[in-house]
């Protein structure tokens, strides 16, 4: 079966879904979706939690269990035997054997992974590269390392769709990367060539609203209403905003551009970036880990200095976003991560400088809580989006492959 590229949905629509249920046969589909997003974000739960959750009878949620069960998509396991209060209830837990590819494309590296229903990263290959990847080296490469994962993933399990955080600006109306100004791609229809050369669904969309929309359904940013999320990587600074719990959109498709906020003249990015932070530390590449882990361990001078001026830039870009959200929490993710975790007391001192003080007395900044793995949970995130949307719709279309 060819694959598609499907519209990713903007960021607007990536929020977790509405999991209230509603007991009539009309709204199954709804209901089914309820069920299987609880899961998803959630993790396992007891089908009595479930139940709660959702609002519905225990016969009616017994029976959209049975249903997603049938369409391998849920397990069920023995009730907790620690849990001796009510009537004894089975666990629902998601079956992981359905998965997500996602990729990551940067200036140094292809990164491709394997994301379960769930949320777990199970596998990632980085593939570095020489020289600065174009659109057709990305999906090339993305596609040998996919060819090589694909028979065990089949032969196990299901692929649902390839999902691609691109450090770019990308249309939400059709996947579309218009421009990323490190990569030095523009108009580059990366999922369609992806879903014509692997055969299977794909979505597009930015790396850092994505990095944002995952650390609000699973990490730092989970249960908050307002979020501010910077992403640091080798292509740049995005970010991502939440606003009264749903991720901001634009127009377009283009919000969160925060490596873009100018400061005495000059984008953020240019000011912050990771290529800086190698060449102080004697390094020409690393992955993010490594990146951190030399960054933390290192007690020169001339690295302080590049991170305490680095922190300057940043904590003011901070303090604006600070100023005009008032969010009740920034979240650092990639290598602004790292240089927050080398001297945060620094930071939040540069913020507290620029910020007006009201707003400033009830904000958190912490680094983002999915670490390495963020930009591949966001991806797949993209991906299981149609999933969980229509869980029956799907079960369908995997009968037919």
Not at 31 to 47: D, E, K, M, P, V
Not at 197 to 206: F, K, L
Not at 224 to 239: D, Q, T
């Amino acid at each position: 079966m060819a694959g598609s590229q499907r519209r990713g949905p903007g960021p607007a629509s990536l929020r977790a879904p509405r999991v209230s249920g509603v007991a009539t046969d009309d709204l199954r589909k709804h209901n089914l979706s309820a069920i299987l997003t609880l899961l998803h974000h959630g993790g396992s739960q007891a089908r009595s939690a479930l139940t709660a959750q959702t609002g519905l009878n225990r016969s009616t949620v017994a029976a959209l269990v049975a249903e997603l069960e049938q369409r391998r998509l849920v397990y069920e396991t023995e009730p907790d035997p620690t849990n001796q209060v009510g009537r004894p209830s089975p666990r629902v837990n998601v079956d992981e054997s359905n998965v997500a590819i996602a990729i990551n494309p940067e200036v140094d590296a292809i990164t491709v992974g394997v994301v379960a229903l769930g949320g777990r990263v199970v596998q990632r290959i980085r593939h570095d590269t020489d020289r600065v990847p174009t659109a057709r080296d990305a999906v090339e490469i993305s596609a040998r390392i996919i060819r090589d994962l694909e028979p065990y993933l089949t032969r196990h399990g299901r692929i649902v769709g390839l999902g691609v955080a691109v450090p770019g600006l990308v249309r939400a109306a059709d996947g579309l990367v218009r421009w990323g100004p490190h990569l030095e791609w523009t108009d580059e229809p990366v999922g369609a060539m992806l879903a014509e050369t692997t055969g299977h669904d794909v979505v597009v969309g930015n790396d850092a609203s994505l990095a944002a929309m995952v650390e609000h359904i699973y990490g730092a940013g989970r249960g908050l209403r307002e979020m501010v999320y910077f992403n640091g990587s080798p292509s740049g600074i995005g970010g991502g905003v939440v606003v009264g719990g749903a991720l901001l959109e634009g127009a377009s498709g283009y919000a969160g551009e925060l490596g873009h906020t100018r400061n005495r003249g000059v984008d953020l990015e240019v000011r912050v970036n990771r290529g800086d932070l190698l060449a102080a530390l004697g390094l020409t590449s690393a992955s993010p880990d490594e990146l951190e882990l030399r960054l933390l361990a290192d007690t020169s001078a001339r690295v302080a200095k590049v991170v305490h001026a680095q922190l300057d830039h940043l904590g003011a870009a901070i303090a604006d976003a600070v100023n005009i959200l008032n969010p009740q929490r920034v979240v650092l993710g990639g290598f602004l991560a790292s240089i927050l975790e080398k001297d945060a007391s620094y930071l939040r001192d540069r913020v507290a400088a620029e910020a007006l003080a009201a707003p400033f007395e009830d904000v958190e900044i912490v680094p983002a809580a999915l670490g390495s793995d963020l930009l591949m949970i966001g991806a797949a995130e993209l991906t299981f989006q149609g999933l969980l949307a229509d869980p029956a719709g799907y079960g369908q279309a995997a009968a037919r492959r």
